[in-house]
């Protein structure tokens, strides 16, 4: 196979953006109605709430928190919960579409529903995380339960951030641990649940290799991105005998041709909570991550 280089974007298009071009080809190839096109593009609810925090130095801080729900067609809307200050309602509603594709690809009872808080979580302090989580719930709370609504762990978000969900929707309505997926273990969370993306990620690019005759073990791979998926991405390819030769976060990243060394760089995030500055490589940005050839 010949090497691919990407140029990078000038221009990025927000994932509402993306999500709606890829419906509008593939609404023209099923040669879907007009009047499906709006059942299907149009969210069924949207919720945009207010999140004052009260923060460590006695500040109020307000956050904008949004919860949408595309489709419930199938049963409860399904998706995660993001922390990150890019997040908006356009993002929102992208995501929360794909959640509907991708439940009635795999013919789960589930419909697509996605959230998110526009906050950097990583400049507040656990206490903060917390109370501005329970106070996200409490305005949301409404339009969630087990058969209405399930958030889920995504970008900015973990085990931690459900168990709170956890407590505060049963704060509200009585213990119910199926309001929300991706919870430790201790409060009925599932096994091999932090894992799995990056796992389904792995299997995907493995099945691809083979499909499409692609290379596989001693093939080159690029990751943007270490927090939980692009993490357990890269135990696992490295397992697999794939060679994770670049890795960017969004404090920089490190290159080393010969093939990182999985987990002493794991081991490094945990120490330093981000890939830059790893000893093992070259260090690079984000843009000249996108320049450098490789197989995925």
């Not at 709430?49 to 956050?63: I, K, N, S």
């Not at 978000?157 to 168990?163: K, L, N, V």
Request: aromatic share 8%; glycine share 14%.
């Amino acid at each position: 196979m010949s090497t691919m280089t990407y140029a990078v974007p000038t221009t990025p298009m927000h994932v509402g953006g993306i999500v709606k071009n890829q419906f509008e080809s593939a609404a023209d190839l099923l040669g879907l109605s007009e009047a499906m096109r709006q059942r299907l593009r149009i969210p069924f609810r949207e919720i945009g709430v207010q999140v004052p925090v009260l923060m460590d130095d006695g500040r109020t801080e307000v956050f904008v928190g949004y919860r949408v729900q595309h489709n419930g067609a199938r049963g409860p809307t399904k998706g995660g919960i993001r922390y990150h200050p890019d997040v908006d309602l356009e993002d929102v509603r992208g995501l929360a579409a794909l959640m509907t594709w991708k439940t009635a690809l795999l013919d789960l009872p589930f419909g697509g529903g996605k959230g998110g808080v526009g906050v950097d979580p990583r400049k507040l302090s656990h206490n903060e995380l917390e109370r501005l989580t329970r106070k996200y719930v409490e305005r949301i709370a409404l339009v969630l339960g087990p058969y209405r609504d399930i958030p889920a762990p995504d970008m900015g978000t973990s085990a931690q951030t459900m168990a709170w969900i956890l407590d505060a929707y049963s704060d509200k309505y009585g213990y119910a641990p199926a309001c929300v997926t991706g919870k430790p273990l201790a409060l009925g969370g599932s096994l091999g649940r932090e894992e799995a993306t990056g796992r389904g990620v792995m299997l995907v690019m493995r099945e691809a290799a083979r499909d499409f005759g692609l290379p596989w073990q001693g093939a080159r791979a690029v990751i943007q991105g270490f927090g939980n998926v692009g993490s357990w991405l890269a135990h696992f390819l490295h397992k697999e005998g794939v060679r994770v030769i670049a890795i960017t976060d969004v404090d920089g990243g490190v290159q080393n041709e010969g093939g990182l060394d999985v987990p002493a760089l794991r081991e490094h995030v945990r120490r330093a909570r981000t890939v830059a500055g790893f000893a093992g490589g070259q260090a690079i940005t984000n843009q000249e991550l996108w320049r450098i050839p490789c197989d995925f």
